[in-house]
């Protein structure tokens, strides 16, 4: 029997996707679908993310809630993809409430299966990055890394264990930070004033949890319109980014699925969010990057300048290669195009059209970061 003929409609989400290196203006965009939204979701990462959301001339940057949450009606999701540092959302929410925003108690949901950042993680972030000295990765240190790390060390720790059994919670913790101290031999981690904090994050955060993967479903099969925003972008993705200078989650239409516990099947539109330029963050090939007063006056104009970590873009032309493969990962049923003004005063746009190396004209996008940071681009199919 066709699934599509019988009376129950598979609901299906709306997921918007960075197309590029991230800052795009997904979060914009995920503004102006949320009018229309019952839930928004975030599906991989942490408070890496950087989301900048105006509202009547209000500026909100959202780096770990969805940006969907200044929408009066909307519930958002944290999914259990995502990696959550407590105080640092509690902080967020605090400066979003200054700022106006209302009801959020009811309106904000996390997964039990999220994983937990702690103030060790984003210690020991800082540290691995410094160990790596002129190859360092450029990350936000926000410990997203080191806590996916945990997370697939089976050491990590889930909101469900947070607001289980407390005891275990602490053997949980204590463990946790015996095999980071012995990893790093000068971190130094106060136990007993951790958990104090957390027993009383516990508290602060209960009303807020729940089981996302049946939550969700109950959202689709009550008919109500889901859209999952998803964050960092697919060149960063770390399986199919521009590894090693990648984020450590999967960014792309995988996350979505693995992210919140959705089957493809109930996934619909998947918009790819695309600026008319190229930009990148931090370390790593960037084959249209122009090191010169086009690329300056990309950065000036467009205002590149990242919401986390306040580091200047560096900027390029418009790049079709690395689009055709981030659109054969995603799938995108369209596109979404961003910042076309910036080139408003441009006498002449590039746009890179092909890659090649050694001569030869490629049709894959290069893996090897080596390989990537000598193709040729050429202005002609």
């Not at 409609?9 to 503004?31: C, P, S, Y």
């Not at 859209?227 to 960014?251: H, K, R």
């Not at 290669?321 to 408003?344: C, E, F, Q, W």
Request: proline residues 4%; contains cysteine.
């Amino acid at each position: 029997m066709n699934g599509h003929n019988n009376h129950h409609e598979v609901r299906q989400a709306t997921v918007v996707l960075g197309a590029q290196w991230g800052d795009e203006g997904k979060g914009k965009l995920v503004d102006l679908l949320a009018a229309d939204a019952d839930v928004v979701c975030r599906c991989q990462g942490g408070n890496n993310a950087g989301h900048t959301v105006v509202v009547d001339g209000c500026e909100f940057d959202f780096h770990l809630l969805p940006s969907g949450i200044i929408q009066p009606k909307c519930l958002s999701l944290i999914g259990n993809g995502v990696v959550v540092h407590l105080p640092g959302m509690f902080d967020e929410l605090k400066k979003c409430e200054a700022k106006g925003l209302e009801n959020w108690q009811s309106k904000l949901f996390i997964s039990d299966k999220a994983h937990l950042v702690f103030d060790l993680h984003q210690q020991v972030d800082g540290m691995q990055e410094q160990e790596k000295g002129k190859k360092s990765l450029g990350t936000t240190k926000k410990g997203i890394g080191p806590t996916y790390s945990s997370k697939a060390s089976r050491i990590g720790i889930r909101i469900a264990d947070l607001i289980g059994d407390f005891s275990q919670f602490t053997e949980k913790f204590q463990a946790l930070v015996a095999v980071h101290e012995k990893m790093f031999p000068n971190l130094q981690v106060d136990v007993a004033s951790e958990l104090e904090k957390y027993k009383e994050l516990a508290e602060r955060v209960r009303p807020m949890i729940v089981e996302s993967v049946t939550f969700l479903h109950d959202a689709l099969s009550s008919g109500k319109n889901v859209l999952v925003e998803g964050a960092n972008a697919t060149m960063l993705d770390i399986d199919f980014g521009t590894y090693p200078y990648v984020t450590s989650s999967n960014c792309s239409i995988g996350g979505v699925c693995t992210g919140l516990g959705l089957p493809p099947r109930n996934i619909g539109e998947i918009v790819g969010v695309v600026k008319a330029y190229t930009t990148r963050v931090g370390d790593g090939p960037f084959p249209t990057e122009q090191v010169n007063e086009i690329g300056d006056k990309l950065q000036s104009i467009g205002a590149e300048i990242g919401v986390t970590t306040q580091r200047k873009r560096r900027c390029g032309w418009l790049d079709i290669p690395l689009l055709r493969y981030t659109s054969m990962i995603n799938g995108y049923t369209s596109l979404a195009l961003t910042k076309l003004d910036v080139l408003d005063s441009f006498p002449e746009i590039k746009i890179g059209v092909s890659y090649s190396l050694n001569g030869q004209k490629i049709k894959h996008f290069p893996s090897g970061q080596a390989e990537l940071g000598s193709v040729t681009v050429s202005r002609k199919s």
